[in-house]
Nanobody, 124 residues
């Protein structure tokens, strides 16, 4: 089992920045591909970004490319999502997820563990 706890969400003005963190506990963190997803009210959960077990490969949804950066620190069992140039449409609950794979995973069904989510609200 892996437990994931997100933090760093909050209220920010459009154009601002936030950094989300996801702390993992349980099994060896470096065995997992990690990802961030988001879900706005009334919408489906959407892929945002993913990172391979080593951090050597990353993937982003088109709507965050150039603005968001995913990274991980395996020594701290933590994955991060740096979000810059935030827009009102980025408002959502952001979820961290772990997949039992060394690869990049971009679909929700590919993930084995999920955090509880952290709310990000961007005011225009």
């Amino acid at each position: 089992q892996v437990q994931l706890v997100e933090s760093g969400g909050g209220l920010v003005q459009a154009g601002g920045s936030l950094r989300l963190s996801c702390a993992a506990s349980g099994r060896t963190f470096s065995n997992y591909g990690m990802g961030w997803f988001r879900q706005a009210p009334g919408k489906e959960r959407r892929f945002v970004a993913a990172i391979s077990w080593s951090g050597g490969s990353t993937r982003y949804a088109d709507f965050v490319k150039g603005r968001f950066t995913i990274s991980r620190d395996n020594a701290k069992n933590t994955v991060y999502l740096q979000m810059n140039s935030l827009k009102s449409e980025d408002t959502a609950v952001y979820y961290c997820a772990a997949a039992i794979t060394h690869s990049i995973v971009v679909v929700t069904l590919g993930y084995d563990y999920w955090g509880q989510g952290t709310q990000v609200t961007v005011s225009s």
